[in-house]
């Protein structure tokens, strides 16, 4: 079974920066659609960016002038480029891929805190 493994998260301090990254673990058809999602603590999951094969993003309001999205069809990759890190960007980021199905992985912790 096809999984996406999510890398790259951690701990930052407030004002800094993360790259997170997102692959199959097996060959799977170029996704429609991938993107990032994340639920802090007690909220709901949200759209935090999305990205087509035709290179089309989408970002949420609060993160589109400090989160960048891009992708790489030949190693069916998705990356978040996540600048200027604030306290309330804490939560857990599932990256997600649109082939037939909806494909989602296990989550990876980003904490930002002092």
């Known amino acids: 079974q096809v999984q996406l493994v999510e890398s790259g998260g951690g701990l930052v301090q407030p004002g800094g920066s993360l790259r997170l990254s997102c692959t199959a673990s097996a060959r799977i058809p170029s996704p429609s659609i991938m993107g990032w999602y994340r639920q802090a603590p007690g909220k709901e999951r949200e759209m935090v960016a999305v990205i087509t094969k035709d290179g089309i993003t989408n970002y949420a309001d609060t993160m589109k002038d400090r989160f960048t999205i891009s992708r790489d069809d030949a190693k069916i990759a998705v990356y978040l480029q996540m600048n200027n890190l604030k306290p309330e960007d804490t939560a857990v980021y599932y990256c997600?891929?649109?082939?037939?199905?909806?494909?989602w992985g296990q989550g990876i912790q980003v904490t930002v805190s002092s």
């Open positions: 997600n891929a649109k082939v037939t199905y909806m494909l």
